[in-house]
T-cell receptor, first 114, second 109 residues
């Protein structure tokens, strides 16, 4: 069983479109995250949720909207996609909230905006 | 501001040792180390906490100098499977884990 699973794994779309990436974890963790990894491999945190509540919202454009229907799911919706949104998006979860918990990452969703 | 890792890349022969360094200008609560193989997700290696507690990997060790806000990852007797990109992540009290730019490690036979 995959601990943190993301769908889709690959996404190719046109500029201006809206797309969603889904994430689910079966580890029973309370905290989930979205990270963006650009072409230079920088891993940058976007959002952090704890038990369905938004904890961290880094300087991410309003076009990105996370939604957590329950503590096992954290989805990412992106409106009006731009070329600069092309990246690999990783979902992650941790048992502990705060900087002491090991992160478990999903396999990533590679988004290409044309 | 993200932590700074050095070196950016290193090539080793199997069996050789390597040290990857990570430093921050901000006060830290914890240091995390992860390894990412090409096309895969980052995988946890180790956490070092303020006060000296460590949680992590059997074959890889690390140090955390709280005063200097620096951490080093020690890879001894490297194996082919050690190849990948190593990321340090600095945790602060605000629940944030900020990653460095990564160190690409290649181990050759």
């Amino acid at each position: 069983d995959t601990a943190v699973s993301q769908t889709p794994k690959y996404l190719v779309t046109q500029m201006g479109n809206d797309k969603s990436i889904k994430c689910e974890q079966n580890l029973g963790h309370d905290t989930m995250y979205w990270y963006k990894q650009d072409s230079k491999k920088f891993l940058k945190i976007m959002f952090s949720y704890n038990n369905k509540e938004l904890i961290i919202n880094e300087t991410v454009p309003n076009r990105f909207s996370p939604k957590s229907p329950d503590k096992a799911h954290l989805n990412l919706h992106i409106n009006s996609l731009e070329l600069g949104d092309s990246a690999v998006y990783f979902c992650a979860s941790s048992l502990e909230q705060g900087p002491t918990g090991e992160l478990f990452f999903g396999e990533g969703s590679r988004l290409t905006v044309l | 501001q993200q932590p700074v890792q050095s070196p950016q890349a290193v090539i080793l022969r199997e069996g050789e040792d390597a040290v990857i360094n990570c430093s921050s200008s901000k006060a830290l609560y914890s240091v995390h180390w992860y390894r990412q193989k090409h096309g895969e997700a980052p995988v946890f290696l180790m956490i070092l906490l303020k006060g000296g507690e460590q949680k992590g990997h059997e074959k890889i060790s690390a140090s955390f100098n709280e005063k200097k806000q620096q951490s080093s990852l020690y890879l001894t007797a490297s194996q082919l499977s050690y190849s990948g990109t190593y990321f340090c992540g600095y945790g602060n009290a605000g629940n944030m884990l900020t990653f460095g730019g990564g160190t690409r490690l290649m181990v050759k036979p």
